[in-house]
C-alpha cells in the first residue's frame, strides 16, 4: 500500500518550453503533497507544500511563478517548470501523506522525474 | 527549528560486517524521526521511524535503529551488511506541519 507515482520518470526539453510533471497516490487519497529537488549526489530540497483544493505554498526562494503546482484531487498533484532553462535541470521528487491514521506522520515518495533541459 | 545531521558522508564497510550510519537530531518538543535509502536515480524508500514507544525501532531489509534521548541520537545499523546495502541513506525529522527535514545524507558502499 501507500504507492505514489510519476510520470514521466524523465524528460528532456529544449531551453524555453514548458515541462508538467505529475504525482499521484494510487492506492490513498492525499490530503498533502510535497515537491523536492535534489542535485547530483546532494539532499532533497523542499520546494513546495501542495494541499487538495488550495493554492500550493512554497518555500522560501522558489519562484512561484516559474515552477506553477496544481493540486486538483486528492490523487494528482503536478508541477510545472515554465520557461524552462539549462539551471532547471534536476531530479524532482514528490511525496504524499496520508490525511490521517496511523501513516499520517510519514511521506510516501514518488521514483522521482529526472529534468534535462537543454 | 526542526534539523538533522549526518557527520559522515561516506560509510564503508565489508559485506558481512556490522553497518551503523549516525544521525543526530535537534528538535524541540517530542522527536518524529525517519531513515529513507535512495538508490541511484531513484524515489526514497522508507525504512523505519520513530514516533515514540521503544528506543529500538526495527525497520525494512534487516535495518534498525536506536533512539537516544540523552545524546540526540538516531543511529541506523545493520548487524550484517550486504552489497546490495550499497546506496545513499538519509535521516529526516518531521515537524510540526508534516515538513520533513532530510540530513546531507551518507554514502554507504559494502564491498564484497
Known amino acids: 500500500g501507500a504507492v505514489v507515482s510519476q510520470h514521466p520518470s524523465w524528460v528532456i526539453c529544449k531551453s524555453g518550453t514548458s515541462v508538467k510533471i505529475e504525482c499521484r497516490s494510487l492506492?490513498?487519497?492525499?490530503?498533502?503533497m510535497f515537491w523536492y529537488r535534489q542535485f547530483p549526489k546532494q539532499s532533497l530540497m523542499l520546494m513546495a507544500t501542495?494541499?487538495?483544493?488550495?493554492?500550493?505554498?512554497?518555500e522560501q526562494g522558489v519562484e512561484k511563478d516559474k515552477f506553477l503546482i496544481n493540486h486538483a484531487s486528492l490523487t494528482l498533484s503536478t508541477l510545472t517548470v515554465t520557461s524552462a532553462h539549462p539551471e532547471d535541470s534536476s531530479f524532482y521528487i514528490c511525496?504524499?501523506?496520508?490525511?490521517?491514521?496511523?501513516?499520517?506522520?510519514?511521506?510516501?515518495f514518488g521514483p522521482g522525474t529526472r529534468l534535462t533541459v537543454l | 527549528a526542526q534539523s538533522v545531521a549526518q557527520p559522515e558522508d561516506q560509510v564503508n564497510v565489508a559485506e558481512g560486517n556490522p553497518l551503523t550510519v549516525k544521525c543526530t537530531y535537534s528538535v524541540s518538543g517530542n522527536p518524529y524521526l525517519f531513515w529513507y535509502v535512495q538508490y541511484p536515480n531513484r524515489g526514497l524508500q522508507f525504512l523505519l521511524k520513530?514516533?515514540?514507544?521503544?528506543?529500538l525501532v526495527k525497520g525494512s531489509y534487516g535495518f534498525e535503529a536506536e533512539f537516544n534521548k540523552s545524546q540526540t541520537s538516531f543511529h541506523l545499523k545493520k548487524p550484517s551488511a550486504l552489497v546490495s546495502d550499497s546506496a545513499l541513506y538519509f535521516c529526516?525529522?518531521?515537524?510540526?506541519?508534516?515538513?520533513?527535514?532530510f540530513g546531507a545524507g551518507t554514502t554507504v558502499t559494502v564491498r564484497a
Open positions: 511525496s504524499a501523506r496520508l490525511a490521517g491514521g496511523p501513516g499520517r506522520h510519514e511521506q510516501f
Open positions: 492506492d490513498f487519497q492525499a490530503t498533502t
Open positions: 520513530y514516533i515514540t514507544g521503544d528506543n
Open positions: 501542495s494541499n487538495e483544493g488550495s493554492k500550493a505554498t512554497y
Open positions: 529526516a525529522v518531521r515537524a510540526h506541519d508534516y515538513k520533513l527535514s
